[in-house]
């Protein structure tokens, strides 16, 4: 159950940054649904692979680098779908980092 609520309320917010971000357009409610399920399979399976690719790169910036991996995966699911589209590297960043307030935020809500 829990599952389940955390995927509803991050889809709500996601929709939520889509009407308040310049740059980044999302479809409906049922798209941020998808949205947020892509994005878990693209953390799930890409990430550790652009993490272990980029790491020395990551140790030389501090850290910073993970931030573009970031972004990368939001392009990525801006490639799979096509109600999703982020317009450049920083309102991608910017989606990114608010996304990522918004999954601390649910976690906080319903663990």
């Known amino acids: 159950m829990g599952f ?3 995927i509803v309320l991050t889809a709500g917010l996601v929709y939520g940054l889509s009407m308040v971000l310049p740059g980044v357009a999302l479809g409906s409610f ?11 399979v693209l953390n799930a399976v890409v990430k550790p692979i652009l993490k272990i690719l980029g790491f020395p790169i990551t ?3 501090l850290g910073l680098f993970l ?3 970031n972004v990368i995966i939001v392009k990525l699911a801006d490639f799979l779908m096509t109600s999703f ?3 450049g590297f920083l309102n ?4 990114s980092l608010a996304l990522s ?3 601390a935020l649910v976690d906080l809500v319903v663990d």
């Open 67 to 69: 931030l573009v991996i």
């Open 30 to 40: 049922g798209s941020a649904i998808i949205l947020v399920l892509v994005l878990g």
């Open 4 to 6: 389940i609520l955390k």
């Open 59 to 61: 140790v030389l910036t």
């Open 85 to 87: 589209d982020v317009h």
């Open 92 to 95: 991608a960043l910017i989606f």
């Open 101 to 103: 307030v918004v999954n």
